[in-house]
């Protein structure tokens, strides 16, 4: 089994910055992709980024130039940097990882990220 943590998330202004970590642990074969999704009320949950194991990112054409995806191997641990935050942005974020290859069952808790206008 893996567990995700994620943290970072919380209330900021407009045009503020916010960076999200989520930490692997447990049972980890290996890690192949590594994502942020988010779900705001009464939304369908998204993709907001995601990294492969070669550093290979992909992001949400609502974030493009804003966010900004990275990841420590080392540490099994992904980072989302959150700049000039919408209030649009306000969701609740989930980790996601793919492990082992093709499996994409593990999610975090979530961390809500709140944006005020």
């Known amino acids: 089994q893996v567990q995700l943590v994620e943290s970072g998330g919380g209330l900021v202004q407009a045009g503020g910055s916010l960076r999200l970590s989520c930490a692997a642990s447990?049972?980890?074969?290996?890690?192949?992709?590594m994502g942020w999704y988010r779900q705001a009320p009464g939304k369908q949950r998204e993709l907001v980024a995601a990294?492969?194991?070669?550093?290979?990112?992909n992001y949400a054409d609502s974030v493009k130039g804003r966010f900004t995806i990275s990841r420590d191997n080392a540490k099994n641990t992904v980072y989302l940097q959150m700049n000039s935050l919408k209030p649009e942005d306000t969701a609740v974020y989930y980790c996601?990882?793919?492990?082992?290859?093709?499996?994409?069952?593990?999610w975090g808790q979530g961390t809500q990220v709140t944006v005020s206008s």
């Open positions: 447990g049972s980890i074969f290996s890690i192949n992709a």
């Open positions: 996601n990882v793919e492990s082992p290859p093709g499996y994409y069952g593990h």
């Open positions: 990294i492969t194991s070669g550093g290979s990112t």
